[in-house]
């Protein structure tokens, strides 16, 4: 089993910045992806920033400069820098981390709400 615990999440004013952390605990396998997908109401879940086990990068295009995936994997952490947020960046924001195979788990989500 594999757990995933999500923190750093909040309300911010538009403009700021917030920081949300993931910590992975379990059997891990050390080449897992791992990332962040959003949730706004009425909306599907969506990709914002995926890191793989050798450091490749992905991001939503509505976020790319704005926020920046990192992983410590001595700790099994990954986290997101959320800078220059907006009121469009509002969601429930879940870690995920996928080990292959259709292995993947889900964190249970941090609000993150931007007000203008």
């Known amino acids: 089993q594999v757990q995933l615990v999500e923190s750093g999440g909040g309300l911010v004013q538009a403009g700021g910045s917030l920081r949300l952390s993931c910590a992975a605990s379990?059997?891990?396998?050390?080449?897992?992806?791992m990332g962040w997908y959003r949730q706004a109401p009425g909306k599907q879940r969506e990709l914002v920033a995926r890191?793989?086990?050798?450091?490749?990068?992905n991001y939503a295009d509505s976020v790319k400069g704005r926020f920046t995936i990192s992983r410590d994997n001595a700790k099994n952490t990954v986290y997101l820098e959320m800078n220059s947020l907006k009121p469009e960046d509002t969601a429930v924001y879940y870690c995920?981390?996928?080990?292959?195979?259709?292995?993947?788990?889900w964190g249970q989500g941090t609000q993150v709400t931007v007000s203008s």
């Open positions: 379990g059997s891990i396998y050390r080449n897992s992806a």
């Open positions: 995920n981390i996928d080990m292959g195979w259709g292995n993947y788990y």
């Open positions: 890191m793989t086990g050798g450091g490749s990068t």
